[in-house]
């Protein structure tokens, strides 16, 4: 069977079969869903009746949504046609980035958009936002604090430090001081969310009801570099956007396997070290200990601070002490990484040089023959999009998306 570009012969026999809910088409037209969205925006009256001409408008942007530009012009073209001004509108990013070719592809209307990368170190840059529940003194970015209107475009997706990322974990812990950031790492886990909002979510949840009213664009992606849903509205639509995530990527195994196959499913040009991490994750919560997972994946990546520090430990566990000892802002990836390494087997079909490979924790493969020599006798899922799939053990299925019916698929 194909499995990413590479062809394997698995047979059937050996596969576990997958449960999941039904799938959403993908959009044929994501830049009008986006304008529809902003106009009939769940639980808020369309975004235009919340905005004055004078108003500043702050934009935090999701730099990994794939064609940023598909998203993000007919949000700019919604704010104009509201008498916003060009210049009274900030691109927030969270991350200070290198090469943004995406501006260049903007209307030559918003070419000279200002763009700010937010900076948790830079004092004058943050503004005290309130005091939590749990006492905690909060400060944040002081151009979105200061925004008369705060627009959230983000990818809605699985975290290790907020189980749900986007929405309002884009906001916190992103746009917070370095303090916070650095705390926060220590809470990264790999559990599989539920039910129950994790803890950092709640702190983001409360977090954003203290701003006041930013107003959120959730986008569910689908496979490769597809979209399914895009929706709009206050932070009561979060839960909507949650639901959809689920619907979308969770789906569910009767029993552990002996060999995952994980498979990158973004553009090898857009994949990072995040997604080879993220496709891990996913495959070690469905492998049985000692087992063996094979990511498949197109890209060379450039492993960041923490990637390095995986290189320079001996072990999964003396790279997790570097991470705690150190704090590299990209940490979450290489968490995920070293824990993989401590429950599995580790292999890597990619670009990457075999001593980057090696130095690891995984061993590298180069074909097809070799993937297969390492099913053996034992059992192997594939999850294809490993990077933004929920995968867990569930031998006694509990129905769930009430707004469809629940369907049973194999692989």
Known sequence: ?????????????????????????????????????????????????ALTPDDHVAIL???TLPDLPQFLTPLLEYLLAAHITPDAVTLLCPQPHNNRAWLDRLPPDFLHVKVEDHDPHNRKKLSYLATTKQGRRVYLNRTAIDADQLVVLSRRGY??????????????????DGEARTASLGKLSMTAPGASAWPMYQ??????????APFFVQ???????????????????????????DARWRVEVDEPADVVIAEVGAE?????????????????RVVKPGGRIVVLSDAWPDLGDAGQLLRQANTPDAALALLR????????????????????????????PVETVEESFAAPLEHAGQVEHLLGAGRCLCLPDAEK???????????????????????
Not at 268 to 284: G, I, K, N, P, V
Not at 327 to 352: E, G, I, K, N
Request: proline share 8%; with cysteine.
């Open 1 to 49: 069977m194909p499995v990413g570009k590479m062809d394997l012969d698995l047979p059937a026999a050996k596969l576990l079969p997958i449960r999941r809910g039904p799938i959403a088409p993908a959009l044929t037209d994501v830049s009008a869903a986006v304008s529809h969205a902003l106009e009939h925006a769940l639980d808020f009256p369309a975004l235009r009746r």
């Open 159 to 176: 975290d290790p430090l907020l189980g749900r990322g986007g929405a309002e974990g884009a906001i916190y812990p992103a746009l917070s």
């Open 203 to 212: 702190e983001a949840a409360e977090i954003t009801w203290l701003m006041g």
């Open 61 to 63: 942007v999701d730099e």
């Open 219 to 245: 986008v569910i992606a689908g496979a490769g570099e597809e979209t399914t849903h895009v929706l709009a509205g206050p932070a009561a639509s979060s839960a909507e956007g949650r639901r959809l995530l």
């Open 389 to 411: 799939t929920l995968a867990v053990v569930n031998p006694t299925p509990i129905p769930r998306d009430p707004g469809g019916t629940r369907t049973t698929s194999a692989g």
């Open 325 to 352: 000892e150190r704090h590299p802002a990209d940490a979450a990836a290489a968490f995920q990484w070293a824990q993989a390494a401590r429950r599995a087997q580790l292999y890597l079909v990619s670009r990457l």
């Open 268 to 284: 090898a040009q857009r994949q990072t070290f995040a997604d080879l991490a993220a496709a891990l994750a996913c495959a070690s």
